[in-house]
């Protein structure tokens, strides 16, 4: 590092470690001049655009995020859920908790674990040791925490920073048959990986008035991300927490089925009371009770999946 005295024009090579604070104050040792210098902040570049990276690695078929700009709309439920019937379907699958808030790894009863953050720091370890099996068949966690904020503020706008996620999950890419991964109610480097290491996003989608506009949000998003990150990315909407008897709720699933035609799900999810009982105890809402009606709406859903990939997979491309 070089300081200039501002008086003599002296110049001085300072070693970097030398003045720890950023501004500090100098005597000049040729005319005694006081002066302030400040140490120079290295930035560096942001890079959310790497078409030469996009090109040579392509995402897995079996990863799928969900996100919604829009907190409280279901996110972690469906994740819970749809992975429990997964599961029951024959289906290895993983669960990846990229929410500092933790709401999956506690709906699991899997809390203060190492997590993500811990993985990706560990580089000579392999990401299955951070992997916990759940109580469940089939299911796996890997588990999130509070250090998982410090994601964001060690690594956005670092170079490749989006995909730090995808380039971790290739290493497991045969393990599992699929990956979904729960997303924060918000626009960071979580969500960012997310939608760079994932095939298909479900958008979940409050039978609410205001839903649409998060969902507008992410759909603009996952535009961004398919032209410049993940050209095959697809998104659908799946309603959630609809109340058969409320008026509203039916007018606002019939705006939105309009809106996002021939992108939402048919299997539409209800507010279930025994879900919520199910999440007090840990508990995928099917494990709770098998009449619930909500658990059996996410296995349907999980058969709309299975059947969507297997649809996709007999038709020529
Ligand atoms: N089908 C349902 N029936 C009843 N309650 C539900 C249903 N789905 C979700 N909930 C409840 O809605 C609340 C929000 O759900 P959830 O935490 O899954 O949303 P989220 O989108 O992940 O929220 P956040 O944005 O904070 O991460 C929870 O209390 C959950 O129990
Ligand atoms: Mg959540």
């Not at 916990?132 to 170079?159: C, D, E, I, Q």
């Not at 658990?295 to 996709?312: F, I, K, P, S």
Request: net charge positive; charged share 20%.
């Amino acid at each position: 590092m070089i300081i200039a005295c501002p008086k003599c024009e002296t110049r001085f090579h300072l070693e970097d470690a030398v003045p720890r604070k950023s501004t500090f104050v100098a005597r000049c040792s040729i005319c005694g001049h006081l002066f302030s210098a400040f140490r120079p902040v290295r930035v560096q570049p942001i890079t959310f655009l790497d078409l030469e990276r996009t090109r040579q690695s392509d995402v897995g078929d079996n990863v799928v995020a969900i996100g919604n700009r829009k907190g409280g709309v279901a996110k972690t439920t469906t994740c819970l859920n749809l992975g429990a019937s997964l599961a029951i379907c024959g289906k290895k699958v993983l669960l990846v908790d990229l929410d500092a808030q933790a709401n999956l790894s506690i709906c699991l009863g899997k809390q203060a674990l190492p997590t993500f953050y811990d993985a990706y720091d560990a580089v000579d370890r392999p990401l299955d040791d951070f992997i916990v099996a759940t109580a469940y068949t089939n299911l796996w966690l890997l588990p999130s925490g509070r250090n998982m904020v410090l994601l964001n503020k060690r690594y956005f706008g670092t170079r490749h920073f989006e995909f730090l996620l995808k380039d971790r999950l290739a290493t497991l890419a045969t393990r599992f048959d699929y990956i979904l991964i729960d997303t924060p109610p918000s626009i960071e480097f979580s969500t960012l990986n997310a939608l760079t290491a994932a095939r298909r996003v479900i958008i979940p989608c409050q039978c609410d008035y205001l839903s649409t506009h998060g969902v507008d949000q992410v759909l603009k998003l996952i535009a961004l991300v398919r032209r410049h990150a993940n050209p095959r990315i697809e998104s659908r909407v799946l309603l959630t927490m609809m109340d058969r008897e409320m008026t509203a709720s039916q007018m606002i699933l019939s705006k939105i089925q309009n809106l996002y035609r021939g992108s939402c799900f048919e299997t539409i999810i209800e507010t279930d009371g025994q879900l919520k009982e199910a999440q007090i105890l840990s508990m995928p809402a099917i494990h709770y009770c098998r009449q619930s009606t909500a658990g059996l709406q996410y296995m349907a859903l999980a058969r709309e999946v299975l059947t969507g990939v297997a649809q996709e997979a007999l038709s020529p491309s």
